[in-house]
């Protein structure tokens, strides 16, 4: 008997019970749906996420200053001009590119009654590669700038929108940052709200030395930010400052540290991490859904084999092999869940096409395949003990049955 | 029609017992059956019900296994077949006619039929002109698209007989077969089963009825699971 006679009866005895058939794949469809849905959430998160660190600047490493734990027995040394120095070291930290120390300090910027709170950056040039902020007109610093103290700045798209109204372009205007006058000589590009670990949007960027003068004096760093030759010389880069940082804080165990590296890289690595296991937690709930489908699987066709018992007689009595009688109740089942399954993908797609906040849910092409394999194996382990309960009645035993 | 004691068994049974249950409580369906049939004999079981009759049947059938003795089917011991191998007997060399009918419901006249050519794997288009070749045979050719619960009693008797015919079995097995038939269905279906026999079937048939039975030309009874050739009846003038 050929495998297409075991698929017409089978389509056949599917067809007969309808509603029950769309019952049970219901079960299926809503597992299959959940699987695809929840893990497209988390591969939408994590895309979401990666790319607001591919906007804190792909090889940018920051530096800050922390307080060692109470066993260190020092409040430990704050970051310095000296210690920035010797990053640039091009012997000790070949694979540094550029380093730019950073002095921040919370003001007000005021321009006639106009007023925006801001956070005042002081830096060099090279913060602007380092930290991947982006001009939008005008022009940024130059060293000759830092060289001389110049007082000029860049204003970030909120601040200059909240001094000079929306879309405006203020080069070469006077602004007051805590009372003392900077000219503006450029603005940055918009950001957008939550791009990075602060708003840049709400910075205004300065030399560090007009910033210094002016508004914190020459003390300690804030942090220090540092551009690692490429990507891939960025963990080499991590290694060497803090290296160098441990010899010149005199550390020698590095849970004392009186500062902390960070870097897109680890921050990346860190969420990365976080996500899969997110991921994978929505998965399992998804597929404890699977496995609820498949047991009602195995209930149904436990009843239509229970309930089909005289027609299996029938059968048996007119020639039908145990073969047969298995193949056309494996096949139910599987047309069931196989069926369920491409059902379950279409809802979870149409399930993906609704936008969640920030981000939307990407579907994971191996999750498709994996969901459409995993509903026909459900359908293979869920039919086999009914369909092997079916070719194995004796005939006489399924005809006398009423 | 005669029976030459040159014409081969068809069916031919020795020792045969079958015993339900065990030790005290143990039922004696069958006592130590001898019993053949020949090619072309038309042969009626008759007995009371409780006397073993069925139980002969779905041995006969190879629907149930004898507890001892030995069953040939077509010169083949059925004790030595697998279970597929089985299914493979009961699809090429019995044909089944039940009391109860017995087709698959929701499911046209001429799919029953074909049913059994399904198994024994013939294409598409040999079995729809083998089914309906049958069909003509019990004068149902125009009924082939209807559905069990669309067809009287005699009708779907008679689609079941041509279910029963289509693979060409050595062997007729009927229980009861107009036992669920209006007094106008159950000439219907004996006069096809007369025509069967003309024309050189093998059937035999079980019945409680004795009217039923003179159709036959032979008459064995089963009594208490012991089988007896009924007294040989006088030449009937077909």
């Known amino acids: 008997m050929s495998p297409v006679e075991i698929v017409r009866f089978a389509v056949r005895g599917l067809i007969a019970n309808r509603l029950r058939s769309l019952l049970t794949m219901l079960g299926i469809i809503i597992g299959i749906a959940a699987v695809i849905l929840l893990t497209a959430l988390g591969n939408g998160a994590s895309q979401f996420i990666q790319g607001q660190i591919a906007?804190?600047?792909?090889?940018?490493?920051?530096?800050?200053?922390?307080?060692p734990p109470d066993s260190a027995g020092t409040d430990g040394r704050p970051l310095s001009a000296a210690d920035a120095r010797a990053l640039a070291d091009p012997q000790g930290a070949p694979d540094v590119a550029s380093v730019s120390p950073v002095v921040t300090v919370p003001a007000s910027v005021d321009a006639g009654r106009a007023s925006s709170d801001a956070t005042v950056i002081g830096s060099t040039p090279t913060y602007f590669s380092g930290a991947n902020v982006q001009l939008g007109s005008g022009r940024v610093y130059t060293e000759a700038d830092v060289e001389a103290g110049r007082k000029v700045l860049i204003l970030g798209r909120t601040v200059a929108d909240d001094l000079f109204g929306a879309g405006s372009n203020p080069l070469e205007r006077d602004v007051l940052v805590r009372g003392v006058p900077f000219r503006v000589v450029g603005v940055l590009a918009p950001a957008g709200e939550g791009q990075g670990l602060s708003n840049?949007?709400?910075?205004?960027?300065?030399?560090?030395?007009?910033?210094?003068?002016?508004?914190t004096g020459f003390g300690d760093l804030g942090q220090i930010v540092v551009q690692a030759r490429s990507t891939e010389a960025q963990a080499a880069a991590e290694s060497e400052i803090n290296s160098i940082l441990d010899r010149r804080h005199g550390i020698d165990d590095p849970e004392l540290r009186d500062f902390q590296v960070i870097s897109a890289r680890q921050l990346a690595d860190v969420l990365d991490q976080t996500l899969s296991a997110f991921t994978l937690l929505l998965a399992a709930i998804a597929a404890?859904?699977?496995?609820v489908g498949g047991i009602g699987i195995t209930n149904i066709m436990l009843v239509s084999v229970t309930e089909r018992t005289r027609e299996i007689g029938i059968r048996k009595a007119l020639g039908a092999p145990p073969s047969a009688i298995l193949g056309q109740f494996l096949v139910e089942s599987i047309i069931l869940s196989l069926v369920g399954g491409v059902l379950g993908v279409a809802v979870g797609f149409a399930g993906t096409l609704v936008p969640l906040g920030d981000f939307r849910p990407v579907v994971l092409p191996a999750a498709v395949v994996a969901a459409v394999g995993v509903s026909a194996g459900i359908g293979i382990f869920f039919g086999a003990y009914p369909a092997r309960r079916a070719a194995r009645l004796r005939p006489i035993d399924a005809l006398r049955r009423e | 029609m005669t029976v030459d004691a040159q014409v081969p068994h068809v069916l031919d049974v020795r020792g045969l017992s079958k015993v339900y249950g065990e030790g005290e409580t143990a039922v004696h369906a069958l006592r130590d059956v001898d019993f053949s049939v020949r090619r072309g004999e038309y042969v009626a079981v008759i007995g009371q019900s409780g006397s073993g009759k069925s139980t002969l049947l779905n041995v006969l059938g190879c629907l149930d296994a004898p507890t001892s003795g030995r069953y040939f089917l077509e010169g083949l011991d059925v004790a030595q077949l697998d279970e597929r191998q089985q299914s493979v007997m009961r699809n090429r060399q019995i044909g089944f006619v039940f009391q109860a009918f017995n087709l698959i419901p929701r499911t046209s006249a001429l799919a029953n039929v074909e049913l059994p050519l399904i198994y024994a794997g013939l294409g598409r288009r040999r079995r729809r002109e083998r089914a309906l070749a049958a069909l003509e045979l019990v004068g149902l050719h125009g009924r082939s698209d209807h559905r069990p619960n669309e067809l009287s009693g005699g009708q779907q008797q008679r689609v079941a007989v041509a279910r029963a015919l289509v693979t060409g079995p050595a062997l007729l097995l009927a229980d009861e077969p107009t036992g669920n038939l209006d007094s106008e269905s159950t000439t219907d279906v004996l006069a096809l089963f007369d025509g069967l026999h003309r024309s050189g079937r093998t059937i035999v048939l079980i019945t409680h009825d004795d009217e039923v039975a003179a159709r036959a030309e032979r008459v064995v009874v089963v009594r208490d699971g012991r089988l007896t050739e009924a007294s040989p009846r006088r030449a009937r003038a077909w």
């Open chain 1, 55 to 67: 906007g804190l600047g792909a090889n940018s490493i920051t530096i800050i200053p922390r307080q």
């Open chain 1, 200 to 215: 840049p949007d709400e910075n205004v960027l300065a030399p560090i030395t007009a910033v210094q003068g002016s508004l």
């Open chain 1, 288 to 291: 404890i859904s699977l496995v």
